[in-house]
């Protein structure tokens, strides 16, 4: 019995280890490790600040058991703090920050990035925790118009003049559009490299002193413009210049327009010169309500002159116009090298004031993570939140903290997407279907089942799960008619002899032209002759 309690002594002791570990994860490699498993109040400070209204919640991410922090309202600052226990000195080893986000509801204006904050000596507290509280690092998504990376800030102090200043990762990953939950890593080096991965893959690789790795570099240029140098009033910059020697031709005519009249094109056969383009209409007539004294007098509306339509044009002729073959423009001198030309002025380089030399950037401490946004979108998910010493760490937590949840993600996405792909492929599958079969109907051959082809399409509009069977029923039925139009069917009987004789005669008072005022009738109606254009 006493072993039996001292065993089970023993594995509530590991039991309570463990989670303590996965709260903490106290070991010399992993700085801060926060998983939300448990309710972050007491752990995390809300900012007090009045403009940051949003509200944390403690939720688990869609689909999982997994606990994480949540941006519950769209429209809305947010502002959270978590300090550490002592600060971080970046100066020392490898540093890796990482963190996971999902955006639930997707991404369209919001930010999801973490900074990690300098001493509160620096001039700030948790409560009153703001866009303005001084950070060392400020790393993860943006995406809002324009705006679509991943951020990474290094806030470095300049040695020469005290002042901080922001240097912007160049050319920075862009953010994962989709809603799945993705792992965010940045890894600082030694030798000054910085790393970004995104779901454990290298997406950028820069060097924290290499001006073009960061805009502004670090390190200032050796040299500057001389803010006092001014150009000379003498200094040419044009490299051309019009020839001062050259003359206009004498025969070059500045004042010949550009088009002329064509004096060989004649007035088209048929003009109407006496007919207007267009008449009153003569069948309008003037409102009954229609007063001349507060309305005006009335007039009626204007239509195309139906004489012209038979007519090549109506109204006065005049000739087209034709380019000028003389023409030539403003006579201009051609131009030539400029002796004169010394190039582009710039001012000339002093030696910078401001400049200095760096090993390493002279990093300030982290003390605290803050997540201060603002973000149109509700649903964004922090998660598993870490602060480490050495990269496998790192590596370690995404495989079995985001590994896993990614991939049940991914393959619940994959299947959605594969239905919404069958179910817009039958229905572009479909569209074509109708399509073909409407134009088949209409074929002449086959105008004694068109009603019933039609009423096949019909349905299967309503009911799109009958494509399949409408389609094979009118398969059958072309089959069919192609059968018998390749064999025939019956022969019809002969027509007695009188009866033939009797049509080939007409009865009396028909009309011999009987036939051809039948076609004329049944023919389509004679397409109305366009207006000419009138020729200028």
């Given at each position: 019995m006493m072993r039996d309690r001292q065993l089970l002594s023993a594995v509530l002791l590991i039991l309570a280890f463990v989670s303590l570990q996965k709260l903490c994860y106290c070991d010399d490699q992993t700085v801060l490790y926060e998983s939300f498993d448990e309710a972050f109040d007491g752990r995390w400070i809300?900012?007090?600040?009045?403009?940051?209204?949003?509200?944390?919640?403690?939720?688990?991410?869609?689909?999982?058991?997994?606990?994480g922090l949540l941006v519950s309202e769209k429209a809305r600052k947010y502002g959270i703090v978590k300090v550490l226990d002592e600060p971080l000195n970046l100066k020392e080893g490898t540093v890796v920050l990482q963190y996971e986000v999902r955006f639930q509801e997707g991404l369209e204006c919001?930010?999801?990035?973490?900074?990690?904050?300098?001493?509160?000596?620096?001039?700030?507290?948790?409560?009153?925790?703001?866009?303005?509280?001084?950070?060392?690092?400020?790393?993860?998504?943006?995406?809002c118009g324009a705006t679509n990376k991943v951020h990474f800030i290094l806030k470095h102090k300049n040695p020469k003049?005290?002042?901080?200043?922001?240097?912007?990762?160049?050319?920075?990953?862009?953010v994962p559009y989709d809603k799945l939950s993705h792992v965010y890593t940045a890894i600082l080096k030694p030798d000054n490299e910085v790393r970004i991965l995104v779901d454990g893959e290298e997406k950028k690789?820069?060097?924290?002193?290499?001006?073009?790795?960061?805009?502004?570099?670090l390190i200032p240029d050796k040299t500057i413009p001389d803010p006092e140098d001014k150009k000379p009033e003498d200094w040419d910059e044009r490299a051309k210049i019009p020839d001062p020697n050259a003359v206009k031709p004498d025969d070059w005519d500045e004042d010949a327009p550009m088009e002329i009249e064509d004096e060989?094109?004649?007035?088209?056969?048929?003009?109407?010169?006496?007919?207007?383009?267009?008449?009153?209409?003569?069948?309008?007539?003037?409102?009954?309500?229609?007063?001349?004294?507060?309305?005006?007098?009335?007039?009626?509306?204007?239509?195309?002159?139906?004489?012209c339509e038979a007519a090549p044009g109506c109204g006065e002729w005049k000739?087209?116009?034709?380019?000028?073959?003389?023409?030539?423009?403003?006579?201009?001198a051609p131009m030539i090298d400029n002796p004169a030309y010394k190039g582009i002025w710039k001012p000339r380089d002093i030696p910078?004031?401001?400049?200095?030399?760096?090993?390493?950037?002279d990093y300030e401490p982290i003390a605290a993570i803050g997540i201060e946004i603002w973000t149109m979108q509700d649903g964004i998910l922090f998660d598993n939140i870490l602060i480490a010493k050495d990269e496998k760490v790192a590596e370690s937590y995404r495989q079995t903290t985001w590994k896993p949840k990614f991939d049940v993600e991914k393959e619940k996405q994959k299947a959605e997407e594969e239905a919404a792909s069958s179910a817009d492929g039958l229905k572009s599958y479909q569209k074509v279907v109708f399509d073909l079969l409407n134009k088949v109907a209409d074929l002449s051959f086959l105008s004694a089942y068109?009603?019933?082809?039609?009423?096949?399409?019909?349905?299967?509009?309503?009911?799109?799960?009958?494509?399949?069977?409408?389609?094979?029923?009118?398969?059958?039925?072309?089959?069919?008619?192609?059968?018998?139009?390749?064999?025939?069917?019956?022969?019809?009987?002969?027509?007695?002899?009188?009866?033939v004789e009797k049509k080939k005669k007409p009865e009396a008072g028909e009309s011999s032209n009987s036939e051809d005022e039948t076609e004329k009738k049944e023919g389509p109606a004679a397409p109305r002759k366009r207006k000419p254009r009138r020729e200028n």
């Open positions: 809300v900012s007090k600040n009045g403009d940051y209204e949003g509200v944390w919640k403690h939720e688990k991410s869609e689909g999982h058991d997994d606990y919001g930010g999801a990035y973490l900074k990690y904050l300098r001493p509160q000596e620096a001039g700030w507290t948790p409560e009153g925790f703001d866009s303005e509280s001084p950070y060392s690092i400020m790393f993860g998504p943006d995406k003049s005290g002042e901080y200043v922001e240097h912007h990762l160049k050319f920075p990953p862009s690789k820069a060097n924290l002193l290499s001006g073009e790795d960061f805009e502004p570099a060989e094109a004649e007035k088209p056969e048929g003009w109407l010169d006496d007919e207007p383009e267009e008449v009153d209409d003569p069948e309008a007539t003037k409102p009954e309500d229609w007063d001349d004294e507060e309305d005006g007098m009335w007039e009626a509306p204007k239509i195309d002159n139906p004489k000739r087209p116009m034709k380019r000028n073959p003389a023409y030539k423009g403003k006579w201009s910078n004031p401001d400049y200095f030399e760096l090993d390493r950037p068109k009603s019933k082809i039609t009423e096949l399409i019909e349905k299967a509009e309503e009911q799109p799960n009958l494509t399949i069977g409408v389609l094979v029923s009118i398969v059958i039925v072309f089959f069919s008619l192609f059968i018998k139009l390749i064999f025939g069917g019956k022969k019809a009987a002969p027509a007695p002899a009188a009866t």
